[in-house]
Each structure stands twice: as C-alpha cells, then as structure tokens.
C-alpha cells in the first residue's frame, strides 16, 4: 500500500532549472527521512541529498551542494528536491526514498522507494 511517486523530470539546458517532487501514499511520511537518489548510465546509484522528518538535519552530495535544495511539506505528504544551474553531468533517473529511522535507506523495514523520473541536461 505504501507508495512513493516522483514527478517534474524533463529535458533542460545547461544552466536551467527543475524542481521535481516526491508524493507519498499509504504512509504517513512525516514520520521519515526523505533522500533523494540519482542513477545516470552505466553508473552507480548515488545519493545526494536527505533532509529529516523534523527538517533538523539536511544533507548534500559535493556533487549537487550549492546547486540543489530539498524540501518537505508534511501536511501534504511530499518532498521536493530543487535542482538550480543544471550541468550535462546532471543527467540521470531522480528517486525519492522515505526511511523511518533517518537517513540510512539501506534496511528492510519501512523504507520504500519511488520509481523515478527521468532529468536530461543537453543544449
């Protein structure tokens, strides 16, 4: 039943900007960190950003610091992930993930992922 839906990826120029989205069904999310994740092919998955679910602690990847904000509205079960001054190394399928213990997204137990969407930097 629990369910993470991401939304907002498109094609964009270098230097442009997206804010995608991450809606939760079946969970109360306000009860979990949300990470942001990115894969590009060929690659590793790479994490670059979680914020709690008090928004007390926020993270950022080197990669995307600077560039990239996270945010949450627990009233309405989302998260958001602003992505700023857009690079062709940007390119990647963008994942939401919720984890009721915080910032780990590597256990069995409540921690749910979302599909993704794909963002493609290219002039």
């Known amino acids: 039943q629990a369910q993470l839906v991401e939304s907002g990826g498109t094609l964009v120029q270098p230097g442009g900007s997206l804010r995608l989205s991450c809606a939760a069904s079946?969970?109360?999310?306000?009860?979990?960190?949300v990470g942001w994740f990115r894969q590009a092919p060929g690659k590793e998955r790479e994490g670059i950003s979680c914020?709690?679910?008090?928004?007390?602690?926020?993270y950022y990847a080197d990669s995307v610091k600077g560039r990239f904000t996270v945010s949450r509205d627990n009233a309405e079960n989302m998260a958001y992930l602003q992505l700023d001054n857009l690079k062709p190394e940007d390119t990647a399928v963008y994942f939401c993930?919720?984890?009721?213990?915080?910032?780990?997204?590597?256990?069995?137990?409540?921690?749910?992922w979302g599909r993704g969407t794909q963002v493609t930097v290219s002039s």
């Open positions: 993930a919720a984890d009721r213990s915080g910032c780990h997204f590597t256990g069995k137990m409540n921690v749910y």
């Open positions: 079946g969970f109360t999310l306000g009860y979990y960190a």
């Open positions: 914020i709690s679910n008090g928004n007390g602690r926020i």
